[in-house]
């Protein structure tokens, strides 16, 4: 059996979701795991989570033969990975970085400002639907510059326009949340001011 079969068999068997697998340097494999996600129930990885299933994965690799030199179990972080379908749907709404296989091209990039060999996009993770009709997903951002600290703000200033940017799980090469942190707690929402329109690319 597969490395990638045999810990996502053993993770998704004790009730958890398999994120991320890596090897590294060293011998290190790395293994990250996730609940399970619930619509409307928030529930995080602790440490005990990581021992249960690191004792589980040490007995199942023995058994299966598997080399590394060490094993670490660990929660997703602030920077977790979107790789399925139900990733984007459980973070909908949430600050999200994205890179492109390929870059948007000139079409795409017509009238909008964006290059044309743009790949990397940060900007709040939607729904969309595509123009076959089909559900897609869509980023949507505004190059708005960040307020410094301290910096006053012109009340008569225009907000720069929201962009958005379709996409289907085929197109992309990797999506993260953003990691941003906040000590006043997750500001990840982009709200648009009410009289900004969006520009769709």
């Known amino acids: 059996m597969a490395l990638q079969e045999t810990i996502e068999q053993t993770v998704t ?3 958890y979701d398999l994120v991320e697998i890596e090897r590294t340097g060293g011998g290190l494999l790395r293994v990250t795991i996730d609940m399970p996600y619930v619509p409307g129930a928030e529930q995080f990885i602790n440490a005990e989570d990581c021992e249960k299933v690191t004792r589980q994965l040490q007995f199942v690799l023995e058994v299966e033969g598997a080399e590394y030199a060490r094993l670490e179990v660990s929660s997703p972080g602030i920077d977790r990975p979107l790789r399925h379908e139900k990733d984007f ?3 909908a709404g949430e600050l999200v970085d994205v890179t492109l296989k390929a870059p948007i091209g000139v079409a795409a990039s017509a009238g909008s400002g ?3 060999s743009r790949k990397k996009f940060r900007g709040t993770l939607e729904r969309a639907e595509s123009k076959d ?9 505004s190059d708005e510059p960040a307020v410094k600290p301290g910096q006053k703000v012109s009340k ?3 907000a720069a ?8 799980l085929d197109e992309i090469q990797q999506a993260r949340l953003a990691p941003v942190v906040d000590f006043k707690g997750r500001k990840s ?4 001011a009410a009289d900004s329109p969006t520009e769709i690319i």
Not at 161 to 168: E, M
């Open 189 to 192: 929402r982009l709200t648009p």
């Open 156 to 158: 008569k200033r225009i």
């Open 133 to 141: 009709g089909l559900a897609g997903w869509q980023i949507v951002w």
């Open 13 to 15: 068997g004790l009730g």
């Open 89 to 91: 749907e459980r973070f």
């Open 161 to 168: 326009p929201l962009q958005a940017l379709g996409f289907t």
């Open 114 to 116: 964006i290059a044309a």
